[in-house]
T-cell receptor, first 112, second 117 residues
């Protein structure tokens, strides 16, 4: 079946620290992988995506590389800002269906 | 373009009552999805419409949940009667129909926070 496992939160970092949020997946077929972000009081927003192995998605200083050999899609950012405080969701979409499979979300708080 | 909108943003009801959630997708998006996040857990798929037709409703928890999308525009999700375990955040998402399913990006609404007391 399809599933996503992401690191438990909450995560608290100081401004300018390095961020990694781990995400691993199990999937049938060849999935696409996504990171969504939910800022306080807002809906889910697509942060980045990768549709095939070795692709790197990037946006707003965040990056994630689709690693088929380790079935991972870890989210990284070199220097976080207070405005990055949000809940981050890793998700996959199988090429055999339309629904998304999400992880449990990781809450990030960045302190000045 | 306007994003996906959902109404209400919050709803507090008593067990046994009925609640109807509404989702307005992005104009021109044939695909419409409902998801639910129960407290602290993953966001789970409920169902998928293509225009007015239910394409996949495998995630609907039971027959107390009824989703409709008359005319293929907005959608409603009714819970009747509501139970305590129905509490959570209900998200709606929409997307265009693309030839390659893997290329699809779903755009999410802000969610409706439902609390059943």
């Amino acid at each position: 079946g399809n599933s996503v496992t992401q690191m438990e939160g909450p995560v608290t970092l100081s401004e300018e620290a390095f961020l990694t949020i781990n995400c691993t997946y199990t999937a049938t077929g060849y999935p696409s992988l996504f990171w969504y972000v939910q800022y306080p009081g807002e809906g889910l927003q697509l942060l980045l995506k990768a549709t095939k192995a070795d692709d790197k998605g990037s946006n707003k200083g965040f990056e994630a590389t689709y690693r088929k050999e380790t079935t991972s899609f870890h989210l990284e950012k070199g220097s976080v800002q207070v405005s990055d405080s949000a809940v981050y969701f890793c998700a996959l979409k199988s090429n055999t269906g339309n629904q998304f499979y999400f992880g449990t979300g990781t809450s990030l708080t960045v302190i000045p | 373009e306007a994003g996906v909108t959902q109404f209400p943003s919050h709803s507090v009801i008593e067990k046994g009552q009925t609640v109807t959630l509404r989702c307005d997708p992005i104009s021109g998006h044939d695909n419409l999805y409902w998801y639910r996040r129960v407290m602290g857990k993953e966001i789970k798929f409920l169902l998928h419409f293509v225009k007015e037709s239910k394409q996949d409703e495998s995630g609907m928890p039971n027959n107390r949940f009824l989703a409709e999308r008359t005319g293929g525009t907005y959608s409603t999700l009714k819970v009747q009667p509501a139970e305590l375990e129905d509490s959570g955040v209900y998200f709606c998402a929409s997307s265009r129909r693309l030839a390659g399913a893997t290329q699809e990006t779903q755009y999410f609404g802000p969610g409706t926070r439902l609390l059943v007391l």
